[in-house]
């Protein structure tokens, strides 16, 4: 045991690197937050004071006292809360299909949903929007919704972690007299909670930091996601509200990010693991 621990520590030069690599990535995160304690006037004489005292909280009493920023963030809560849930049922329903049942077809469909991966946003992106114009769901919840139910990646991410699982408990179930609807969701769902949870945070992850369709979707500002509202004041409002201000909207906006890896920071890594085992 003491020679694999040896094996696996890291050596100076190793952890001076993936240090500096580590430091290399924060080093944005911790400009934004410096700029966001800072005062506007201040910043707009010098920005590189930015690592020096005073600091200020006047940018986020700002947000707290007259913003758009909490309508914004309302809305993507609602947009990627939908979408994640919509992912999970989707996927596990279909991982489940491709997984574990035989119809005719099978591998054909499964090929074909993969080869979702392979066509880019841009290339559907016109008859997306025209289609959804016809149907009336732009500036609308569902609008912004439905098109990120599409995850060729979820799909193949829970087949995977579904054909990890051992058929004798298929066998067992339903010599039990339980139903394929019983199997799936009181024996098979409840062993692929890692695999669902690092699914909802990926998926939750790519719909708050969202911008393309968001972007084309949403043309009224009480629709606005955090990313489109963001870049509005961004572009019609940083001279006026001052780069301090869009700072603390940014690192306001990136706290429920944040959150939302903590709590499930031990599911991602344990259903990455079991993921490459398999």
Same mark, same amino acid.
């Given at each position: 045991?003491?020679?694999?621990?040896?094996?696996?520590?890291?050596?100076?030069?190793?952890?001076?690197?993936?240090?500096?690599?580590?430091?290399? #990535?924060?080093?944005?995160?911790?400009? @934004?937050?410096?700029?966001?304690?800072?005062?506007?006037?201040?910043? #707009?004489?010098?920005?590189?004071?930015?690592?020096?005292?005073? *600091?200020?909280?006047?940018?986020?009493?700002?947000?707290? !006292?007259?913003? !758009?920023?909490?309508?914004?963030?309302?809305?993507?809560?609602?947009?990627?809360?939908?979408?994640?849930?919509?992912?999970?049922?989707?996927?596990?329903?279909?991982? *489940?299909?491709?997984?574990?049942?035989?119809?005719?077809?099978?591998?054909?469909?499964?090929?074909?949903?993969? %080869?979702?991966?392979?066509?880019?946003?841009?290339?559907?992106? %016109?008859?997306?929007?025209?289609?959804?114009?016809?149907?009336?769901?732009?500036?609308? *919840?569902?609008?912004?919704?439905?098109?990120?139910?599409?995850?060729? +990646?979820?799909?193949? +991410?829970?087949? !995977? *972690?579904?054909?990890?699982?051992?058929?004798?408990?298929?066998?067992?179930?339903?010599?039990?007299?339980?139903?394929?609807?019983?199997?799936?969701?009181?024996?098979?769902?409840?062993?692929?909670?890692?695999?669902?949870?690092? %699914?909802?945070?990926?998926?939750?992850?790519?719909?708050?930091?969202?911008?393309?369709?968001?972007?084309?979707?949403?043309?009224?500002?009480?629709?606005? @996601?955090?990313?489109?509202?963001?870049?509005?004041?961004? #572009?019609?409002?940083?001279?006026?509200?001052?780069?301090?201000?869009?700072?603390?909207?940014?690192? +306001?906006?990136?706290?429920?990010?944040?959150?939302?890896?903590?709590?499930?920071?031990?599911?991602?890594?344990?259903? #990455?693991?079991?993921?490459?085992?398999?």
């Amino acid at each position: 045991m003491k020679g694999l621990a040896d094996r696996h520590r890291l050596t100076p030069l190793a952890l001076a690197g993936l240090s500096l690599a580590a430091l290399v #990535m924060v080093a944005p995160l911790l400009w @934004t937050v410096a700029l966001s304690l800072k005062s506007n006037a201040e910043l #707009m004489r010098d920005s590189g004071t930015a690592f020096s005292a005073p *600091y200020t909280l006047e940018n986020y009493r700002a947000i707290l !006292q007259g913003s !758009q920023v909490f309508s914004w963030l309302l809305n993507s809560l609602i947009v990627s809360l939908g979408t994640t849930l919509g992912v999970l049922a989707l996927c596990s329903l279909a991982g *489940y299909g491709f997984a574990r049942l035989e119809f005719p077809g099978r591998r054909a469909l499964f090929v074909l949903v993969l %080869l979702g991966l392979a066509v880019p946003e841009q290339a559907v992106i %016109l008859p997306r929007h025209q289609l959804f114009a016809d149907l009336g769901l732009h500036n609308s *919840y569902p609008g912004l919704i439905l098109p990120g139910l599409a995850a060729p +990646f979820g799909v193949f +991410f829970m087949a !995977q *972690y579904f054909r990890g699982i051992p058929r004798e408990l298929d066998e067992a179930a339903l010599l039990d007299g339980a139903s394929r609807w019983t199997l799936f969701w009181k024996v098979l769902l409840p062993l692929t909670w890692p695999a669902q949870a690092t %699914l909802g945070v990926f998926t939750f992850l790519a719909s708050w930091n969202d911008y393309w369709w968001p972007l084309i979707s949403a043309t009224r500002s009480d629709r606005f @996601t955090l990313t489109v509202g963001l870049a509005s004041s961004q #572009m019609n409002y940083a001279q006026t509200s001052g780069l301090g201000y869009l700072m603390a909207q940014a690192v +306001f906006a990136a706290l429920p990010i944040l959150i939302v890896y903590a709590l499930f920071q031990k599911q991602i890594v344990g259903a #990455m693991a079991g993921a490459a085992a398999r």
